[in-house]
């Protein structure tokens, strides 16, 4: 059975850092297109950064309101994906999502994901 864990959300002051990891299980994910969304409360959810099968080495691709400021970056030994996010703001505060897609082809479409994680929360205070 396939699975996603998150961890590593919480509460951090607007201008910090928090990073994320997002732990696959159940295959092998080396060749999938791995992605971060968010929900904000009274959002929908959005896409904010993805990496290609491959991930050491693999292409990425970022939201442009992340752009610089989140780096994301996978390990395919230990099937787990980071997202290492700085410069916090509060606009950032939001449920964050990790999944997988078996095709690397339209990693910023939601659609295009097979595997969904149970969310973790980020919270950006002012």
């Known amino acids: 059975q396939v699975q996603l864990v998150e961890s590593g959300g919480g509460l951090v002051q607007a201008g910090g850092s928090l990073r994320l990891s997002c732990a696959a299980s159940?295959?092998?994910?080396?060749?999938?297109?791995m992605g971060w969304f968010r929900q904000a409360p009274g959002k929908e959810r959005e896409f904010v950064v993805a990496?290609?099968?491959?991930?050491?080495?693999?292409?990425?691709l970022y939201a442009d309101s992340v752009k610089g400021r989140f780096t994301v970056s996978g390990d395919n030994a230990k099937n787990t994906v980071y997202l290492q996010m700085s410069s916090l703001k509060p606009e950032d505060t939001a449920v964050y999502y990790c999944a997988a897609a078996s095709t690397s082809q339209a990693m910023g479409v939601m659609t295009a994901y097979d595997y969904w994680g149970q969310g973790t929360q980020v919270t950006v205070s002012s």
């Open positions: 159940g295959r092998s994910f080396g060749r999938y297109a």
């Open positions: 990496i290609s099968m491959g991930w050491s080495g693999g292409s990425t």
